[in-house]
């Protein structure tokens, strides 16, 4: 079933606090282009249409699908009436989830956020039959009929449509599993978002109690007491409230294994790998390839920061600190946004062209404020409108890095968006190729423009430290969510396992150079990957690995690169991954291929080692 919803996934590390008058004038998003207000008439007019349509398109079409399979043109209408309405129904998910997550303390956001959802999800249960009976259409018919050219455009949605069809349920169980998700999963995952808007940290040396977001910069303080303090405190308050993170955690994952029984999902991460138009095979090549690169990524990387940090051993609180010379400055929004479209202009006009529209019309919500949601992410929302970025700016490089990855999504949504709503959206293993490369952009002329060796030194290892956790981090938590997902299935688990089971996994990627103190065992608990989208954490070093392979063929001037660049993200969700790397000679499901994006990781800790030994 098509989602009408928005997900909006947190991709930025998270950032040290800086003092707003040290930063400009910081943007805050205009959402008048999706609805100028919760209480806006457009919106209850758009809610009214959209279960009109919904209801007319039920008369017109449930059990006749099948009948006008053959009919090109008949059936390229009925499809093209269900993307307009995607297009609407997708427009009121989208303004519904920005204006809560820009406060989700709020209690009238989270209630209009739910009530439009609880809309929007009894509108789409008269939708249901539709892809269902699209997928009972004979295969001889419908090739046929995509003869047509109007409905020849979406062959690669009805290709994508037949994948799903094994996993598909009959209608009724089909509205039953939609309904019951407002109370099961959906509920849950709100349960969630408000338990941990509402924590609060008592921090030592702080004068009131901090929420998350600060909480967790202080584990980048350039104080190791501020850092243990930061992580002290996330555990104790967080180990008090283990009971209902363990109960959320059990209760999600035993509701996925029962979808995935029904819908003959075999493997825990099947349904993701499905979503992604990935091939299991191709996830294990990656996950293996990372894990066996451990003992030359990161346990060899936080051994020499042991070193840089005259300690034998890195604290777990440690393992972002920042290095002992560097240099520290704050970033004001205006030369960030320099930094980026300059980085993104000597590449390709176009980019920095498309990328300064998110500055120029408000389409960026950058100050951190009370109740706001933590992270960065944006979100794509429909192709009539435009995307939205959200950043919790404060001035340091890596936020400057974080806004050039959102830009990078940003750029691909827009550009993807001619797609329309059933082909515009990217596979999330795609989907972080233009924000790993935008970022590899900007570090790249960054690093490029600075002289000083101690500056480049402290940009060289903030790279490497945010390639690991985009890397190493995410295929470990890849592999923690595995173990939950598999050991859920043999019965509940106790927060006892669940903290064994992270702290196993944790050591095994992060290395004997970092020592996991008590605490760090609930550290799963703020994950909000895990709640949200189960297994979508690979698609980060998906990306990452891809794009080292990419950039390494745009450094050797690859011929027709960035033209074969731009197809590749235009293309949206229309080509599958191995049609849109074939251009550049790049094949995911060769193992070497893994091992080339790797090496570009191995090889800036290469630099670090002969900089430590004065060869550089």
């Keep these: 079933m098509t989602d009408f919803g928005n997900a909006m996934p947190a991709a930025s590390a998270n950032r040290a606090p800086s003092a707003a008058s040290d930063l400009g004038a910081l943007p805050e998003w205009n959402l ?194 501020k850092r243990r303090a930061g992580a002290e405190a996330l555990s104790k308050t967080l180990t008090d409230n283990l009971r209902i993170f363990t109960l959320i955690t059990n209760t999600l994952a035993k509701d996925k294994e029962i979808n995935d029984r029904w819908r003959h999902f075999e493997d825990v991460a099947d349904s993701r790998h499905l979503a992604n138009r990935v091939e299991a095979p191709v996830v294990d090549a990656l996950v293996s390839a990372v894990r066996t690169a451990y003992p030359r990524l990161s346990h060899r990387y936080y051994g020499l920061k042991a070193k840089w940090l005259g300690m034998d051993k890195l604290s777990h609180w440690d393992r972002n600190a920042p290095l002992p010379d560097k240099p520290e400055r704050t970033i004001p929004w205006p030369e960030a946004e320099h930094m980026v479209l300059s980085a993104y202009g000597a590449f390709a006009p176009e980019m920095a062209a498309i990328a300064k529209q998110f500055f120029d019309r408000r389409w960026i919500d950058a100050p951190v404020r009370p109740g706001k949601a933590p992270g960065a992410f944006s979100a794509s929302t429909v192709p009539s409108v435009h995307p939205y970025v959200l950043m919790n700016y404060q001035g340091k490089t890596r936020d400057v890095m974080t806004l050039a990855h959102e830009l990078g999504h940003g750029v691909h949504q827009v550009l993807a968006a001619k797609q329309g709503p059933l082909l515009a959206q990217t596979p999330l293993t795609l989907a972080e190729t233009a924000s790993v490369f935008g970022e590899m952009l900007t570090f790249k002329k960054l690093l490029a423009e600075t002289a000083s060796p101690r500056e480049k030194k402290a940009l060289l290892a903030g790279k490497v430290e945010d390639m690991l956790n985009t890397v190493v981090r995410q295929i470990a938590f890849y592999t923690f969510e595995r173990r939950i997902h598999e050991e859920r299935r043999k019965g509940e688990l106790t927060s006892d396992q669940i903290n064994a089971i992270w702290t196993e996994v944790g050591a095994e990627s992060l290395g004997p150079a970092i020592a996991l103190k008590p605490g760090y065992e609930v550290f799963w608990t703020y994950i909000p990957h895990f709640i949200h989208s189960p297994f979508y954490v690979y698609a980060y070093a998906f990306g990452d690995c891809l794009v080292n392979s990419l950039y ?33 000679g790049l094949d995911a499901r060769d193992p070497a291929f893994w091992g080339k994006g790797l090496s570009v990781i191995s090889g800036f800790i290469d630099e670090l080692e002969a900089m430590e030994h004065g060869k550089a």
């Design 32 to 225: 008048d282009d999706l609805y100028t207000g919760p209480d806006a008439p457009e919106l209850k007019r758009d809610l009214e249409k959209g279960a009109m349509l919904a209801t007319e398109m039920k008369a017109r079409y449930q059990g006749k699908l099948s009948d006008i399979g053959r009919d090109g043109r008949k059936l390229a209408e009925a499809v093209k009436a269900y993307e307009d309405l995607s297009d609407l129904l997708g427009k009121l998910g989208s303004y519904s989830g920005l204006y809560y997550v820009g406060d989700q303390s709020d209690p009238k956001r989270a209630k209009f956020s739910q009530d439009v959802g609880e809309q929007l999800t009894k509108i789409s249960t008269d939708l249901i039959f539709f892809e269902l009976e699209l997928n009972q259409i004979p295969e001889a018919d419908l090739a046929h009929a995509l003869e047509h050219p109007a409905l020849a455009r979406f062959k690669p949605w009805f290709d994508d449509l037949r994948k799903e069809k094994p996993h598909q349920l009959d209608e009724k169980l089909e509205t039953l599993f939609t309904e019951k998700s407002q109370t099961g999963r959906g509920a849950w995952n709100r349960l969630f978002n408000e338990t941990m808007t509402d924590l609060r940290f008592e921090v030592a040396g702080e004068s009131e109690p901090l929420t998350l977001e600060p909480t967790l910069n202080l584990l980048s303080n350039a104080s190791e007491a």
């Design 552 to 584: 390494g063929l745009y450094h050797e001037a690859h011929p027709g690169f960035v033209g074969k660049y731009f197809d590749l993200l235009k293309a949206g969700g229309s080509k599958h991954h191995s049609e849109l790397l074939a251009p550049f």
